[in-house]
């Protein structure tokens, strides 16, 4: 019979031969018909080139064409910003988005990265895992290091995962954002990656997010667009020095 030793040895070669199962955060995949008439609309901007700004996101970044409209014409514009947000987006599909066109033509100098948001919580169902935490920071952390493969020359400007429903850790989706926020902090190199969480700024002092500023605890008002443009704007300038 072998020796425990030299069970324990044999699986430890058998895990570390073994492949790293994927999960859908990290595989790239497009979603309808509609989603990828938008995306194609992305691609011809960058394609043209003369963006300085690129953002980059979900239905929150969405946002900024309509609810956040004035202050994005106001703060962004000026900047020769462009948006790249599509609402619903997960990693998965900003990945997917990525490696097929939306990052050829165009050189940023600056992107700020807003994503993550709806790899947590569950699907509609309420019942199915839309992604664990491990995995949501792997998606992320799979959209930053394409954003260094496809666009090495532009600054990171990584937003931790805004703050959703009411509470705190006793909230499922509110402790899985700030186990993910306190993960993808650690991306931050001070050179090409910069985190900034400006969460706390879009909370009250109970913890609660403000209807004023959260309408559906999730996407922001006309004031949610302000804080948020408020936030950003030393640290966005700074990174187009």
């Known amino acids: 019979m072998p020796r425990p030793s030299f069970l324990v040895s044999l699986l430890g070669f058998v895990l570390l031969a073994s492949p790293v199962l994927a999960h859908t955060a990290v595989e790239p995949v497009p979603r309808d018909a ?7 609309s992305f691609v011809a901007i ?54 097929n066109g939306e990052a050829q033509g165009i050189r940023p100098k600056a992107v700020v990265l807003l994503i993550g948001t709806n790899n947590t919580g569950l699907e509609r169902d309420n019942v199915t895992v839309r992604n664990t935490v491990p995995e949501t920071i792997a998606g992320i952390t799979a959209v930053v290091q394409s954003l260094r493969q496809r666009l090495p020359d532009a600054k990171i400007l990584l937003l931790a995962v805004f703050p959703r429903a009411d509470g705190a850790g006793d909230v499922p989706v509110r402790a899985q954002v700030t186990e993910v926020n306190q993960a993808i902090a650690k991306l931050h190199d001070g050179r090409h990656i910069h985190f900034l969480d400006i969460g706390a700024r879009f909370l009250a002092a109970d913890g609660t997010v403000p209807t004023a500023i959260m309408p559906d605890k999730l996407h922001l008002s006309e004031e949610g667009y302000a804080i948020w443009a408020d936030a950003i704007r030393a640290p966005l300038a700074a990174l187009l020095k």
């Open 34 to 40: 509609a989603w990828l008439k938008r995306h194609d």
């Open 46 to 99: 960058a394609a043209q080139g003369g963006v300085d700004v690129l953002f980059l996101g979900d239905s929150i970044t969405d946002g900024w064409r309509a609810t956040g409209k004035a202050v994005w014409a106001r703060e962004f514009a000026p900047l020769r910003a462009a948006n790249f947000g599509i609402g619903g987006d997960r990693t998965q599909h900003v990945l997917w988005r990525l490696a």
